[in-house]
């Protein structure tokens, strides 16, 4: 508890006169805090070094997160944002970055704008991940696909977005199209691979060591035994740059849709200081609806494949796929918001490496209903149950289908 | 200037020198928040008086209003009403100006030379967007909830050219005209033909539109 004190009372450190922001200066800051109460079933959780899906094992008084985002403007055209989270556990720092970029905004001469960010930031995936710090507006646990995204996705590189204006074609369209390339990130996927697919609300940091599961293969003397029983995912391992390229339509504020493809072109059989770069590609497709009744739709799409070590038998020898998708409801009332999400996710596998049996095939349901009782206090209330398959955790001597539930109650403090 | 006759009603002399416009959708509703702006050719004391000021504000990440019109050569200000800075720029091709909103000062009111629409837009928010329409008379006004107005007129004009235009008319690319000539103003209905776009939507909604 000692170090949640620390972590808030540094965060609160940060110049208080700015807080909230104000038109005199050129930044904006927003803090925010989450802590509450939980009740949680199921395996002991991956970020304790085992299988669950879920971040916490005890029952009872939980620190979520706190969060610092700021947004430096420089002159006309040059924005800085840097978001740090600090967490209450052994993963890394206590506070490190999640994102920090700048980012160049040339003033519009036309219909058509220009963005150019440079630095580490998240891809543009998530449509849940739209508030302050990363936050998840709808729900307290993100979906199977951007908890991944916070797990193990950041762009460490540059990124150019063209979009043109809607009125400039015929009011209510909008298209923007941004491409990236990146280094660093290699190792992502191994998470994903080698643990499978979660729902919770971590990010992961710059410096964070996400342990994996007690893998056979990754035993002394096995084949991977190379590997740490972390993975470190922002790292760079073979010197290769990936790229993803995005584009999105929308129309008012009545339909969104996006979609990418995404390539870490990273070498699958590089390795370094117990790190391994996987060669990770998918499809991400998203959209967003407003539904009669001013119902909220949101769905996303993930499908691609994460693949390490050399070719063996006509594959590699770790040589996955994976699919997941959710579609979430919800309705917002005055400060009250009731959400309702449906996940499901799968990993099969190409491999027939022995003893790395990764497939896994799940769903999971998450109901959130939440209060704000002003711009800086809500609570809110989170029924989670995730059901899995997953191959691997027979190594284990446990079931290898599994229901894990949490229930939390959460307070969320913003400033 | 484009001529476009659609539904015409006469509804005889009503009120001296009072001109009722309708606006009517595709399907028979009515259609706020459309600016209406009458020429009145042959009057004697046409935009007699200076052009007002007028305000266009910035709440809640959003313009205020999110249509504003001015009479040609009118100052429009640019407060900011948010904690948050705004820049707010147009690329209008004869009313171009840049106002950086963060300096805790206000900003010199913009004075609009010419007609036309200017579109704005914040280069820090993305998703705030309004229109400023500047027309040569002095006689205009936006349609109330009801899709109407009623617009003062000089009743010794000789005729009324009565232009409505909004960003959501997909009719003759949103400017609609028609002409009364004669002697006493009286109503009018525009019934459009084809179907709105969407309304521009500055309220909390169930969904993000805008990201941080």
């Known amino acids: ?415 | 200037m484009l001529l476009l006759l659609v539904t015409q009603l006469w509804v005889g002399p009503v009120l001296a020198g009072m001109l009722h416009v309708r606006v009517v959708g595709s399907d028979a509703q009515p259609v706020p928040n459309v600016v209406v702006f009458v020429q009145q050719n042959g009057s004697a004391n046409i935009n007699a008086g200076k052009p007002a000021a007028a305000i266009m504000d910035q709440r809640d990440k959003q313009f205020a209003p999110h249509i504003l019109v001015v009479q040609k050569g009118a100052a429009v200000s640019f407060p900011n009403s948010d904690v948050i800075a705004h820049h707010v720029y147009s690329f209008s091709k004869l009313n171009r100006f840049i106002l950086p909103l963060y300096k805790g000062t206000l900003p010199d009111a913009v004075v609009f030379e010419h007609d036309g629409i200017v579109t704005l837009g914040c280069n820090i928010h993305d998703g705030m967007l309004a229109y400023i329409v500047v027309v040569d008379t002095d006689v205009f006004a936006k349609t109330n909830d009801d899709g109407r107005v009623e617009l003062a007129v000089d009743d010794s004009a000789s005729s009324y050219e009565v232009s409505i235009w909004s960003p959501r008319i997909r009719d003759a690319k949103g400017h609609l005209v028609q002409t009364l000539s004669g002697d006493a103003p009286g109503e009018m209905t525009f019934a459009l033909e084809k179907k709105l776009r969407p309304a521009h939507i500055d309220r909390l909604e169930s969904v993000a539109w805008d990201e941080y």
């Open chain 1, 1 to 415: 508890m000692g170090r949640i004190l620390i972590a808030v009372l540094a965060l609160a450190g940060l110049p208080w006169s700015a807080m909230a922001a104000d038109n005199t200066s050129g930044y904006e800051i927003r803090y925010g805090v989450e802590f509450g109460f939980l009740k949680t079933s199921g395996y002991p959780s991956w970020t304790t070094g085992f299988v669950g899906k879920l971040r916490y094992d005890n029952d009872g008084a939980v620190f979520n997160r706190a969060f610092v985002d700021y947004r430096g403007r420089f002159g006309d055209t040059i924005n800085v944002h840097m978001v740090l989270e600090g967490y209450d556990d052994d993963l890394g720092n206590t506070i490190d970055f999640t994102e920090a970029y700048v980012e160049w905004r040339p003033m519009p001469k036309s219909a058509t704008r220009y963005r150019v960010k440079v630095g580490a930031f998240y891809p543009r995936i998530s449509l849940e991940n739209v508030d302050p710090g990363w936050s998840n507006r709808y729900t307290q646990n993100s979906s199977a696909i951007n908890t991944w995204v916070a797990e193990e996705l950041r762009t460490i590189g540059a990124e150019l977005t063209v979009s043109r204006r809607p009125e400039s074609l015929g009011g209510a369209h909008a298209f923007s199209a941004s491409v990236a390339a990146f280094v660093a990130n290699d190792p992502a996927g191994s998470l994903l691979a080698w643990k499978g697919w979660s729902v919770h609300d971590r990010q992961s940091r710059f410096s964070d060591k996400l342990p994996l599961p007690p893998l056979p293969q990754i035993q002394p003397g096995m084949m991977f035994d190379d590997q740490n029983p972390y993975v470190e995912p922002f790292k760079e391992i073979d010197g290769r740059v990936g790229y993803y390229v995005n584009g999105e339509w929308r129309f008012g504020k009545k339909f969104l849709l996006r979609a990418m493809h995404y390539d870490n072109r990273a070498d699958p059989r590089a390795e370094e200081n117990g790190q391994y770069a996987w060669t990770t590609k998918f499809e991400h497709l998203g959209m967003q609806t407003t539904l009669p009744g001013d119902i909220g739709l949101i769905a996303q799409w993930m499908i691609g494949s994460t693949v390490m070590g050399p070719v063996m038998n006509g594959a590699h020898v770790v040589d996955t796929e994976y699919d997941a998708q959710f579609v979430l409801l919800t309705r917002a009332f005055k400060g009250h918001r009731v959400s309702a999400r449906y996940d499901h996710f799968e990993i099969t596998q190409n491999d027939s490496t022995e003893d790395d049996n990764n497939p896994e095939k799940g769903h999971a349901w998450t109901l959130n209903y939440q209060y704000s009782f002003s711009d800086r206090i809500g609570i809110a209330a989170e029924w989670l149950s995730i059901k899995t398959h997953r191959c691997s955790w027979e190594y284990y001597d446990i079931p290898t289908t599994a229901t894990e539930r949490q229930v939390q109650l959460t307070l969320k403090l913003r400033f």
